[in-house]
Protein backbone atom coordinates (compact mmCIF):
# COMPACT_ATOMS: atom_id res chain seq x y z
CA UNK A 1 0.00 0.00 0.00
CA UNK A 2 3.01 2.12 0.98
CA UNK A 3 4.08 1.17 -2.42
CA UNK A 4 1.57 2.27 -3.93
CA UNK A 5 1.20 5.87 -2.33
CA UNK A 6 4.37 6.78 -3.02
CA UNK A 7 4.01 6.39 -6.82
CA UNK A 8 0.72 7.69 -7.08
CA UNK A 9 2.51 11.11 -5.17
CA UNK A 10 5.20 11.25 -7.93
CA UNK A 11 2.95 10.18 -10.84
CA UNK A 12 0.77 13.12 -9.12
CA UNK A 13 3.52 15.32 -9.21
CA UNK A 14 4.77 14.68 -13.05
CA UNK A 15 1.32 14.57 -14.63
CA UNK A 16 -1.35 15.80 -12.40
CA UNK A 17 -4.23 14.06 -11.17
CA UNK A 18 -6.34 15.74 -13.83
CA UNK A 19 -4.55 13.44 -15.99
CA UNK A 20 -3.13 10.64 -13.63
CA UNK A 21 -6.58 10.16 -11.04
CA UNK A 22 -4.73 7.99 -8.75
CA UNK A 23 -3.33 10.74 -6.65
CA UNK A 24 -6.55 11.17 -5.20
CA UNK A 25 -6.26 7.90 -3.42
CA UNK A 26 -3.72 9.38 -1.19
CA UNK A 27 -6.18 11.67 0.61
CA UNK A 28 -9.71 10.66 -0.43
CA UNK A 29 -10.85 13.89 0.98
CA UNK A 30 -8.47 16.37 -0.31
CA UNK A 31 -8.49 18.26 -3.75
CA UNK A 32 -6.34 17.08 -6.36
CA UNK A 33 -2.66 17.97 -6.54
CA UNK A 34 -1.22 19.61 -9.46
CA UNK A 35 2.13 19.02 -11.69
CA UNK A 36 4.16 21.25 -10.05
CA UNK A 37 4.57 21.15 -6.28
CA UNK A 38 4.15 24.86 -4.99
CA UNK A 39 6.84 24.60 -2.14
CA UNK A 40 9.49 21.56 -1.65
CA UNK A 41 11.18 21.12 1.90
CA UNK A 42 14.14 18.33 1.97
CA UNK A 43 14.70 16.45 5.54
CA UNK A 44 17.12 14.15 6.60
CA UNK A 45 17.20 11.99 9.36
CA UNK A 46 19.95 11.61 11.51
CA UNK A 47 21.27 11.67 14.96
CA UNK A 48 21.33 14.64 17.37
CA UNK A 49 21.95 14.39 21.10
CA UNK A 50 21.07 10.44 21.54
CA UNK A 51 17.93 11.00 19.65
CA UNK A 52 16.75 10.53 16.42
CA UNK A 53 15.63 13.68 14.69
CA UNK A 54 14.70 15.03 11.47
CA UNK A 55 17.14 17.90 9.93
CA UNK A 56 16.29 20.84 7.58
CA UNK A 57 18.80 19.63 4.70
CA UNK A 58 18.08 22.63 2.07
CA UNK A 59 16.95 26.01 2.16
CA UNK A 60 16.10 28.32 4.81
CA UNK A 61 15.03 25.31 7.04
CA UNK A 62 18.95 24.03 6.66
CA UNK A 63 20.66 22.58 9.47
CA UNK A 64 17.48 22.98 11.59
CA UNK A 65 16.53 20.08 14.05
CA UNK A 66 12.57 19.15 13.47
CA UNK A 67 12.44 22.08 11.81
CA UNK A 68 9.03 24.31 11.90
CA UNK A 69 7.55 23.51 7.47
CA UNK A 70 5.60 26.87 7.22
CA UNK A 71 2.94 26.45 3.98
CA UNK A 72 0.36 28.35 2.73
CA UNK A 73 -3.43 26.90 2.67
CA UNK A 74 -4.10 24.91 -0.27
CA UNK A 75 -0.33 24.78 -1.03
CA UNK A 76 0.90 21.45 -2.95
CA UNK A 77 3.56 20.47 -0.48
CA UNK A 78 6.52 17.77 -1.54
CA UNK A 79 8.82 16.55 1.08
CA UNK A 80 11.98 14.84 0.43
CA UNK A 81 13.04 12.76 2.86
CA UNK A 82 16.73 11.18 3.06
CA UNK A 83 18.35 8.38 5.20
CA UNK A 84 21.48 10.32 6.70
CA UNK A 85 21.30 7.47 9.50
CA UNK A 86 21.38 4.12 7.56
CA UNK A 87 18.15 2.76 10.23
CA UNK A 88 14.71 2.19 8.76
CA UNK A 89 12.63 5.19 8.59
CA UNK A 90 9.08 6.78 6.69
CA UNK A 91 7.33 10.01 6.45
CA UNK A 92 3.87 10.05 7.92
CA UNK A 93 1.54 13.34 8.08
CA UNK A 94 -1.44 11.07 9.42
CA UNK A 95 -3.69 14.32 9.72
CA UNK A 96 -3.06 14.26 5.63
CA UNK A 97 -3.31 11.13 5.45
CA UNK A 98 0.21 11.27 4.15
CA UNK A 99 2.66 8.32 4.65
CA UNK A 100 5.46 7.14 2.64
CA UNK A 101 7.77 4.20 2.16
CA UNK A 102 10.08 2.71 4.04
CA UNK A 103 13.92 3.78 3.56
CA UNK A 104 16.95 1.77 4.85
CA UNK A 105 20.13 2.18 3.22
CA UNK A 106 21.60 5.37 3.90
CA UNK A 107 21.19 7.86 1.47
CA UNK A 108 18.30 6.25 0.36
CA UNK A 109 15.00 8.82 -0.14
CA UNK A 110 11.51 9.02 -0.96
CA UNK A 111 9.07 12.07 -1.70
CA UNK A 112 6.02 12.26 -0.84
CA UNK A 113 3.30 15.28 -2.56
CA UNK A 114 0.34 16.20 -0.71
CA UNK A 115 -2.12 19.62 -0.63
CA UNK A 116 -2.63 21.28 2.49
CA UNK A 117 -6.11 21.80 2.58
CA UNK A 118 -6.35 22.91 5.97
CA UNK A 119 -5.62 25.74 8.17
CA UNK A 120 -3.50 24.83 11.38
CA UNK A 121 -0.24 23.16 13.00
CA UNK A 122 -0.22 18.87 12.45
CA UNK A 123 2.56 17.21 12.59
CA UNK A 124 4.96 15.43 10.38
CA UNK A 125 6.42 11.98 11.88
CA UNK A 126 8.16 8.80 11.55
CA UNK A 127 5.83 5.98 11.94
CA UNK A 128 7.75 3.49 12.72
CA UNK A 129 7.43 1.79 16.14
CA UNK A 130 9.03 4.10 19.01
CA UNK A 131 10.97 6.49 16.67
CA UNK A 132 8.26 9.33 17.30
CA UNK A 133 9.45 8.92 21.15
CA UNK A 134 12.95 8.78 20.15
CA UNK A 135 12.55 12.54 18.64
CA UNK A 136 11.60 11.70 15.15
CA UNK A 137 8.54 14.46 15.25
CA UNK A 138 8.44 18.08 13.64
CA UNK A 139 5.50 20.80 12.67
CA UNK A 140 3.48 21.81 9.91
CA UNK A 141 2.15 25.09 10.16
CA UNK A 142 -0.60 25.59 7.08
CA UNK A 143 -1.89 28.82 6.50
CA UNK A 144 -0.53 32.81 6.86
CA UNK A 145 2.72 32.55 5.45
CA UNK A 146 4.37 35.98 4.28
CA UNK A 147 5.48 35.20 0.12
CA UNK A 148 9.12 34.95 -0.10
CA UNK A 149 10.46 38.64 -0.43
CA UNK A 150 10.70 39.79 -4.16
CA UNK A 151 14.18 40.25 -5.46
CA UNK A 152 14.51 43.82 -6.59
CA UNK A 153 17.43 42.80 -8.72
CA UNK A 154 17.14 43.54 -12.33
CA UNK A 155 14.51 40.94 -14.08
CA UNK A 156 17.01 39.75 -16.68
CA UNK A 157 14.35 37.25 -18.10
CA UNK A 158 13.74 37.37 -21.78
CA UNK A 159 9.79 38.54 -23.01
CA UNK A 160 8.86 35.26 -25.49
CA UNK A 161 6.48 37.41 -27.08
CA UNK A 162 9.62 39.57 -28.61
CA UNK A 163 10.25 37.68 -31.73
CA UNK A 164 10.93 40.95 -33.79
CA UNK A 165 9.21 41.06 -37.53
CA UNK A 166 8.48 38.54 -40.05
CA UNK A 167 10.77 39.31 -43.22
CA UNK A 168 7.51 38.53 -45.41
CA UNK A 169 8.26 38.48 -49.33
CA UNK A 170 10.93 41.13 -49.73
CA UNK A 171 14.06 40.99 -51.53
CA UNK A 172 17.57 40.93 -49.63
CA UNK A 173 18.84 43.86 -47.32
CA UNK A 174 20.82 44.80 -44.93
CA UNK A 175 21.00 45.37 -41.11
CA UNK A 176 22.65 46.31 -38.25
CA UNK A 177 22.75 44.34 -34.96
CA UNK A 178 24.07 45.79 -31.93
CA UNK A 179 24.91 44.05 -28.60
CA UNK A 180 26.17 44.47 -25.55
CA UNK A 181 27.78 42.44 -23.31
CA UNK A 182 27.15 43.17 -19.75
CA UNK A 183 27.61 41.51 -16.04
CA UNK A 184 24.73 42.06 -13.99
CA UNK A 185 22.97 40.59 -11.13
CA UNK A 186 19.63 38.98 -11.71
CA UNK A 187 16.80 37.85 -9.99
CA UNK A 188 16.89 34.12 -9.88
CA UNK A 189 14.06 33.19 -7.94
CA UNK A 190 11.94 34.26 -5.49
CA UNK A 191 14.49 35.74 -3.00
CA UNK A 192 17.29 34.65 -4.89
CA UNK A 193 20.00 36.59 -7.02
CA UNK A 194 22.62 35.40 -9.56
CA UNK A 195 25.39 37.32 -11.42
CA UNK A 196 24.57 37.08 -14.86
CA UNK A 197 26.22 37.58 -18.14
CA UNK A 198 24.26 38.51 -21.00
CA UNK A 199 23.72 39.71 -24.03
CA UNK A 200 21.46 43.16 -23.82
CA UNK A 201 20.56 42.38 -20.14
CA UNK A 202 18.00 39.54 -20.88
CA UNK A 203 18.51 35.87 -21.43
CA UNK A 204 18.50 34.74 -23.42
CA UNK A 205 19.86 37.92 -25.87
CA UNK A 206 17.57 39.55 -28.04
CA UNK A 207 16.00 37.26 -31.02
CA UNK A 208 17.85 38.59 -34.43
CA UNK A 209 15.24 38.13 -37.63
CA UNK A 210 17.01 38.16 -41.04
CA UNK A 211 16.19 36.48 -44.64
CA UNK A 212 18.14 34.01 -46.28
CA UNK A 213 21.17 36.51 -48.43
CA UNK A 214 20.63 39.34 -46.08
CA UNK A 215 24.07 41.19 -45.69
CA UNK A 216 24.40 41.92 -41.26
CA UNK A 217 26.94 43.92 -39.49
CA UNK A 218 27.44 42.97 -36.23
CA UNK A 219 28.35 45.42 -33.39
CA UNK A 220 29.06 44.44 -29.87
CA UNK A 221 29.75 46.71 -27.26
CA UNK A 222 31.52 45.15 -23.91
CA UNK A 223 30.53 47.23 -21.14
CA UNK A 224 32.88 49.37 -19.19
CA UNK A 225 31.99 47.81 -16.09
CA UNK A 226 32.50 44.32 -17.24
CA UNK A 227 35.28 41.85 -15.32
CA UNK A 228 35.52 39.76 -18.94
CA UNK A 229 36.29 39.69 -22.03
CA UNK A 230 33.52 38.66 -24.32
CA UNK A 231 32.79 37.84 -27.96
CA UNK A 232 30.26 36.34 -30.21
CA UNK A 233 30.13 33.28 -32.11
CA UNK A 234 27.08 33.14 -34.73
CA UNK A 235 26.58 29.34 -35.80
CA UNK A 236 24.40 31.54 -38.44
CA UNK A 237 28.09 32.68 -39.77
CA UNK A 238 29.81 31.00 -42.44
CA UNK A 239 33.84 32.63 -40.87
CA UNK A 240 36.03 32.12 -38.43
CA UNK A 241 34.50 31.17 -35.22
CA UNK A 242 31.37 32.48 -36.87
CA UNK A 243 32.68 35.61 -35.95
CA UNK A 244 34.42 34.77 -32.22
CA UNK A 245 37.53 35.19 -34.14
CA UNK A 246 37.09 38.74 -34.34
CA UNK A 247 35.12 39.60 -31.64
CA UNK A 248 36.95 39.11 -28.16
CA UNK A 249 36.64 42.39 -26.75
CA UNK A 250 38.18 43.76 -23.39
CA UNK A 251 35.92 45.88 -20.81
CA UNK A 252 34.64 49.00 -22.60
CA UNK A 253 35.85 47.82 -26.03
CA UNK A 254 33.67 46.96 -29.22
CA UNK A 255 34.37 45.41 -32.22
CA UNK A 256 32.53 44.79 -35.93
CA UNK A 257 32.00 42.04 -38.29
CA UNK A 258 29.79 41.49 -41.37
CA UNK A 259 28.59 38.37 -42.55
CA UNK A 260 26.17 37.33 -45.30
CA UNK A 261 23.27 34.86 -44.47
CA UNK A 262 24.18 31.87 -46.56
CA UNK A 263 21.74 29.13 -45.06
CA UNK A 264 18.00 29.60 -43.98
CA UNK A 265 17.49 27.94 -40.46
CA UNK A 266 17.25 28.71 -36.40
CA UNK A 267 20.27 28.74 -34.96
CA UNK A 268 21.72 29.83 -31.61
CA UNK A 269 24.57 32.23 -31.14
CA UNK A 270 26.74 32.57 -28.21
CA UNK A 271 30.21 34.19 -26.78
CA UNK A 272 33.14 32.31 -27.20
CA UNK A 273 35.66 33.28 -24.74
CA UNK A 274 37.29 30.72 -22.29
CA UNK A 275 36.24 29.41 -20.25
CA UNK A 276 33.36 29.43 -22.67
CA UNK A 277 31.01 27.12 -21.18
CA UNK A 278 31.00 29.23 -17.99
CA UNK A 279 30.39 32.29 -20.28
CA UNK A 280 27.09 30.58 -21.97
CA UNK A 281 25.79 28.97 -18.42
CA UNK A 282 26.02 32.46 -17.18
CA UNK A 283 23.80 33.36 -19.95
CA UNK A 284 25.46 34.48 -23.16
CA UNK A 285 23.47 32.60 -25.60
CA UNK A 286 20.62 33.95 -28.08
CA UNK A 287 19.17 33.18 -31.32
CA UNK A 288 19.04 33.81 -34.51
CA UNK A 289 16.28 33.24 -37.43
CA UNK A 290 17.54 33.04 -40.96
CA UNK A 291 14.03 33.16 -42.63
CA UNK A 292 13.66 31.36 -45.98
CA UNK A 293 12.86 33.58 -49.45
CA UNK A 294 9.55 34.08 -49.11
CA UNK A 295 9.64 34.46 -45.44
CA UNK A 296 7.77 31.50 -42.84
CA UNK A 297 4.08 30.65 -43.36
CA UNK A 298 2.00 33.08 -41.28
CA UNK A 299 0.98 31.83 -37.49
CA UNK A 300 -1.06 33.26 -35.39
CA UNK A 301 1.51 33.21 -32.43
CA UNK A 302 4.96 32.75 -32.40
CA UNK A 303 7.40 32.23 -29.13
CA UNK A 304 11.26 32.30 -28.31
CA UNK A 305 12.26 30.20 -25.50
CA UNK A 306 15.54 28.76 -24.52
CA UNK A 307 16.30 26.50 -22.16
CA UNK A 308 19.89 26.64 -20.26
CA UNK A 309 21.46 25.57 -16.97
CA UNK A 310 23.05 27.56 -14.07
CA UNK A 311 25.73 26.13 -11.78
CA UNK A 312 26.07 27.14 -7.94
CA UNK A 313 27.54 26.62 -5.18
CA UNK A 314 24.22 26.92 -3.45
CA UNK A 315 21.43 24.37 -3.83
CA UNK A 316 18.51 25.31 -6.28
CA UNK A 317 15.58 26.59 -3.93
CA UNK A 318 18.14 28.21 -1.41
CA UNK A 319 16.84 32.43 -1.22
CA UNK A 320 19.85 34.51 -1.35
CA UNK A 321 22.95 35.41 -3.71
CA UNK A 322 24.57 32.27 -5.44
CA UNK A 323 27.45 31.87 -7.03
CA UNK A 324 28.80 30.55 -10.06
CA UNK A 325 30.54 26.59 -9.10
CA UNK A 326 33.12 25.50 -12.23
CA UNK A 327 33.34 21.99 -10.06
CA UNK A 328 29.80 21.23 -10.30
CA UNK A 329 29.59 22.66 -14.33
CA UNK A 330 32.75 20.08 -14.99
CA UNK A 331 30.92 17.60 -13.39
CA UNK A 332 27.56 18.77 -15.42
CA UNK A 333 25.19 19.20 -12.66
CA UNK A 334 23.41 21.89 -12.58
CA UNK A 335 21.22 23.15 -9.43
CA UNK A 336 19.08 25.69 -11.31
CA UNK A 337 17.44 25.17 -15.19
CA UNK A 338 15.43 27.13 -16.56
CA UNK A 339 13.64 28.37 -19.61
CA UNK A 340 14.23 32.10 -20.75
CA UNK A 341 16.83 33.09 -17.87
CA UNK A 342 15.00 32.44 -14.12
CA UNK A 343 13.25 30.35 -12.20
CA UNK A 344 9.53 32.76 -12.66
CA UNK A 345 10.16 33.57 -16.14
CA UNK A 346 7.70 31.63 -18.67
CA UNK A 347 5.53 30.72 -15.10
CA UNK A 348 5.03 34.03 -13.61
CA UNK A 349 6.82 36.68 -15.11
CA UNK A 350 6.05 36.47 -19.05
CA UNK A 351 2.28 35.05 -19.91
CA UNK A 352 2.14 33.05 -23.14
CA UNK A 353 -1.32 33.05 -24.28
CA UNK A 354 -3.46 31.83 -27.15
CA UNK A 355 -6.38 31.88 -28.26
CA UNK A 356 -8.41 28.01 -28.88
CA UNK A 357 -8.21 27.59 -32.85
CA UNK A 358 -4.76 29.28 -32.94
CA UNK A 359 -1.18 27.86 -34.47
CA UNK A 360 1.13 27.90 -32.84
CA UNK A 361 5.09 28.20 -33.17
CA UNK A 362 7.60 27.86 -30.72
CA UNK A 363 11.19 29.40 -31.98
CA UNK A 364 13.33 26.86 -29.32
CA UNK A 365 16.55 26.76 -28.82
CA UNK A 366 19.31 24.96 -26.30
CA UNK A 367 21.69 27.78 -24.93
CA UNK A 368 22.90 24.75 -22.24
CA UNK A 369 26.16 24.51 -22.08
CA UNK A 370 25.85 20.82 -21.79
CA UNK A 371 22.30 19.31 -21.32
CA UNK A 372 20.18 17.83 -24.21
CA UNK A 373 16.12 18.58 -24.22
CA UNK A 374 13.86 16.41 -24.88
CA UNK A 375 11.82 18.64 -25.31
CA UNK A 376 7.78 18.43 -25.04
CA UNK A 377 4.51 20.74 -24.55
CA UNK A 378 2.21 18.89 -22.18
CA UNK A 379 -1.61 18.19 -23.50
CA UNK A 380 -0.48 19.04 -27.01
CA UNK A 381 1.36 17.46 -29.99
CA UNK A 382 3.97 18.77 -32.58
CA UNK A 383 1.73 19.18 -35.93
CA UNK A 384 4.43 20.17 -36.94
CA UNK A 385 8.52 20.10 -35.83
CA UNK A 386 11.22 21.68 -38.24
CA UNK A 387 13.85 18.96 -36.95
CA UNK A 388 17.21 20.95 -35.73
CA UNK A 389 16.07 24.02 -36.91
CA UNK A 390 16.03 22.47 -40.56
CA UNK A 391 13.71 25.24 -42.08
CA UNK A 392 14.28 23.80 -45.97
CA UNK A 393 13.17 20.21 -45.69
CA UNK A 394 9.29 19.33 -44.67
CA UNK A 395 8.84 19.27 -41.40
CA UNK A 396 8.10 16.10 -39.10
CA UNK A 397 4.73 15.57 -38.35
CA UNK A 398 1.86 14.69 -35.01
CA UNK A 399 5.56 14.73 -32.93
CA UNK A 400 5.52 14.22 -29.07
CA UNK A 401 8.85 14.82 -27.86
CA UNK A 402 11.21 16.06 -30.10
CA UNK A 403 15.23 15.87 -28.61
CA UNK A 404 17.21 19.55 -28.87
CA UNK A 405 21.01 19.47 -28.63
CA UNK A 406 22.81 21.80 -26.53
CA UNK A 407 23.96 24.51 -28.94
CA UNK A 408 21.18 23.31 -31.41
CA UNK A 409 17.42 24.51 -32.32
CA UNK A 410 14.19 23.05 -33.31
CA UNK A 411 10.75 25.48 -34.50
CA UNK A 412 7.63 23.33 -33.69
CA UNK A 413 4.08 24.62 -34.50
CA UNK A 414 0.88 23.06 -33.53
CA UNK A 415 -2.88 24.05 -33.31
CA UNK A 416 -4.65 24.68 -30.34
CA UNK A 417 -8.11 22.87 -29.65
CA UNK A 418 -8.41 23.17 -26.18
CA UNK A 419 -8.37 25.89 -23.32
CA UNK A 420 -6.34 25.05 -20.58
CA UNK A 421 -2.32 25.47 -19.12
CA UNK A 422 -0.14 23.40 -20.98
CA UNK A 423 3.12 23.00 -20.04
CA UNK A 424 6.49 23.19 -21.54
CA UNK A 425 8.90 20.94 -20.55
CA UNK A 426 12.34 19.23 -21.17
CA UNK A 427 10.97 15.29 -20.68
CA UNK A 428 14.04 15.01 -18.75
CA UNK A 429 11.54 15.58 -15.68
CA UNK A 430 13.54 15.60 -12.98
CA UNK A 431 14.65 18.80 -14.46
CA UNK A 432 11.38 20.13 -13.73
CA UNK A 433 12.30 20.35 -9.55
CA UNK A 434 15.14 22.26 -11.29
CA UNK A 435 13.15 24.93 -12.12
CA UNK A 436 12.49 24.44 -16.28
CA UNK A 437 8.88 24.71 -16.82
CA UNK A 438 7.10 27.57 -19.04
CA UNK A 439 3.54 28.01 -18.96
CA UNK A 440 1.34 28.17 -22.60
CA UNK A 441 -2.15 29.81 -21.76
CA UNK A 442 -5.27 28.48 -23.97
CA UNK A 443 -8.17 30.83 -23.35
CA UNK A 444 -11.76 30.44 -25.36
CA UNK A 445 -14.55 27.63 -25.30
CA UNK A 446 -14.56 24.43 -24.39
CA UNK A 447 -14.44 21.56 -27.18
CA UNK A 448 -15.91 18.81 -25.86
CA UNK A 449 -15.68 16.99 -29.00
CA UNK A 450 -11.92 16.96 -28.52
CA UNK A 451 -11.55 16.92 -24.51
CA UNK A 452 -14.43 16.04 -22.19
CA UNK A 453 -13.90 16.38 -17.96
CA UNK A 454 -15.89 14.17 -16.41
CA UNK A 455 -14.24 15.96 -12.99
CA UNK A 456 -13.60 19.76 -12.25
CA UNK A 457 -10.37 20.88 -13.69
CA UNK A 458 -8.23 21.89 -11.02
CA UNK A 459 -7.92 25.42 -11.38
CA UNK A 460 -4.15 25.71 -10.60
CA UNK A 461 -2.92 23.12 -12.70
CU1 LIG B 1 31.35 36.16 -22.51
Redesign the pocket.
Known sequence: MKTKLLRNAIAAVLFGSVVMGPAQAAHPDGEAVTYRPDVTFTLRTDIADGRLVFVGDKGDIKGQINPDLKVEEGAVVQINLVNGDGAIHDLALPEFGVDSDNISGKNSSTTVVFRADKNGEFKYICSLPGHVAAGMIGKIIVGDVKPEPKSTALDISKNPMEVGTPVGKRGPQTHKVNLK?TEVIGQLGDGSTYKY?TFNNTVPGPFIRVRVGDTVTVDMANDKDSS?I??VDFHAVTGPGGGAAVTQAAPGTSKSFTFKALNPGLYVYH?A?PSVAQ?ISNG?YGMILVEPEGGLPPVDREFYVMQGELYTAQRHGETGHHEFSREKMMDEKPEHMSFNGNMNALTKTHRMEAKVGETVRIFFGVGGPNATSSFHVIGEIFDRVYNQGDLISPPMQSVQTTTVPAGGATMVEFKTEVPGKYILVDHALARVEKGLAGLLHVVGDENHDVFEAHSAVDPNH
Do not use: D, I, L, R
Request: proline fraction near 0%; glycine fraction near 0%.
Open positions: TWMHSCTHM
